[in-house]
């Protein structure tokens, strides 16, 4: 965009040159005055620089070459002729001045130019148009590409979380069955602590109350304990 709107600026300046070109000799024909002639010359010095801006800015476009060459070789048609009827009247040939400037062949270089200009600038509008375009094409690919890589990203993140928690769940089963294990084997302990326990006092109290000799005896060595 920025390119186009500089392209425009370089071609409405070359039309005002070559308008002020014009209106410039019309004046130093009818009047001879030389401040006519400053207007000229800034005219005729400031065109070759727009033409060299207006190639640059234009480079890439379609039929550039004969753009830039058509409109080029006008300019020139257009600075030559003008100077030519200013020789004459400086030659004191103003009535022979006024016939060249009469037949119109300056104002249809004017127009030819002005022609070839809009035709310019339509063909830059017509390719900022399709950059554009294709720019809005781009950022459409490029959204969908944003959307479609958030949408992979929460899968990622949703199949993370899904994993962490089956481990911790798995964990908490792993947790719950040790500690059902823990509670079982203790319980167990328990009730053979308890078996032996009664065991050892059923046996204490027959060896305590029995009317009978008892003896413990080492069954090796069957010395008494």
């Given at each position: 965009?920025n390119n186009?709107l500089k392209t425009?600026?370089y071609i409405?300046k070359l039309?005002s ?6 209106t410039s000799?019309?004046g ?5 005055d ?10 005729k010095?400031?065109l ?6 207006i190639n640059e ?5 379609e039929?550039?070459?004969?753009y830039v ?5 006008l300019?020139?048609?257009?600075i030559?002729f003008a100077?030519?009827?200013i ?8 009535d022979s001045a006024l ?6 062949y300056g ?5 030819s130019?002005?022609?070839l200009?809009d ?7 017509v390719?900022?148009?399709l950059v554009?375009s294709?720019d809005?094409?781009?950022w459409?690919?490029?959204q969908?590409?944003v ?5 992979v990203?929460i899968f990622l993140?949703?199949?993370i979380?899904y994993?962490i928690l ?5 964990r ?21 602590t308890e078996?032996?326990s009664?065991?050892e006092?059923?046996?204490r109290?027959?060896f305590d ?5 008892m003896f413990?005896?080492d069954i090796?060595?069957m010395q008494?304990?």
């Open positions: 965009m186009t425009q600026h409405t039309e040159d070559i308008l002020d070109i014009q000799v019309r130093y024909i009818i009047e001879a030389k401040k006519y002639l400053e207007t000229y010359e800034y005219s010095n400031d070759p620089a727009l033409i060299d801006s800015l234009l480079s890439g476009l039929l550039h070459d004969s060459d058509r409109l080029d070789k300019v020139k048609e257009r030559d100077g030519h009827i020789n004459v009247i400086d030659k004191s040939d103003k016939i060249l400037f009469s037949t119109g104002k249809r270089l004017t127009d130019i002005k022609e200009v035709e310019i600038d339509n063909a830059q509008h390719r900022y148009q554009e294709n809005r094409v781009l459409s690919k490029w969908r590409l959307i479609l890589s958030f949408i990203q993140v949703s199949l979380l994993v089956r481990s911790a769940g798995r908490r089963e792993s947790i719950e069955t040790i500690r059902k294990l823990n509670a079982d084997l203790e319980n167990r302990v328990s009730i053979r078996e032996l009664q065991s006092k059923k046996y109290y027959l109350n029995s009317p009978l000799p413990i005896f090796q060595t008494i304990l």
